[in-house]
């Protein structure tokens, strides 16, 4: 379960926003007892922030800071990514490549370029002039370790990461938003290959463990009919 975990990670290492996970065990113990074996616990995503690249998307966003981005589908459910890779479609939504669309972004059919600022603006210019046409507000969670990987860089809500709050990027010590970059994975090839040799030797030391405690069974019971 360890390495198809970090398995996982490494295959998602160039996705943009993937937040790498780990497992967790926990050991086995009966009342003055220890050593009865180990069991999974589950595994625990890791929110640390991966490096903020300038992109060639015409509509990606990064997030510099804690938050996600709001995302519907269109039918009344909601779900949270810190993958800013959008494009526009027919209906002036930004939406990613799952169809999921930016919460309370809608661009004009006449607009000639975009831009947002730090602060989540959406900024049109139209033959008409230049005007605001939305505000990217982003989610925030008291405890996001308890939010649902949904599948790739979505993640939905539950109870155990509490109430989610909306927040205005560009204040004091909070969240920014970058227009034209893109947030990489937090997933270190080097250091996931580590953890892979790790495991594999914690694996064939456990192996070894059990083949000597076979081997002392096999001695003892050769010695009982002797």
């Not at 490096?51 to 509509?59: D, L, M, Q, V, W």
């Not at 109870?159 to 994975?185: N, Q, W, Y």
């Amino acid at each position: 379960m360890n390495l198809d975990t970090i398995s996982d990670n490494l295959a998602n290492a160039d996705v943009a926003g993937f937040k790498g996970a780990t497992m967790a065990f926990a050991e086995v113990a009966g009342p003055g007892e220890t050593g009865l074996g180990t069991m999974p616990l589950g595994t625990r995503t890791s929110f640390e922030q991966g490096k903020i690249e300038k992109s060639g998307g015409a509509f990606d966003i990064a997030i510099d800071g804690p938050g996600f981005f709001v995302l519907d589908d269109g039918s009344g459910h909601r779900a949270y990514t810190r993958d800013g890779s959008f494009a526009r479609v027919a209906d002036g939504s930004l939406r990613n490549a799952q169809g999921w669309k930016l919460a309370g972004v809608r661009i004009p059919q006449d607009a000639l370029s975009v831009d947002v600022d730090a602060r989540g603006a959406v900024i049109v210019a139209t033959p008409h002039g230049t005007q605001t046409v939305g505000h990217l507000n982003l989610a925030e969670f008291a405890a996001p370790d308890g939010l649902e990987h949904s599948g790739g860089t979505i993640f939905r809500s539950t109870p155990a990461c509490g109430t989610m709050h909306l927040i205005v990027p560009g204040g004091v010590d909070g969240p920014s938003v970058k227009f034209g970059m893109l947030e990489r994975s937090n997933v270190t090839v080097i250091e996931s290959m580590m953890q892979i040799l790790s495991a594999q030797r914690a694996y064939e030391a456990n192996a070894k463990g059990v083949q000597a405690a076979d081997e002392m069974m096999r001695i003892a019971d050769n010695l009982n009919r002797g």
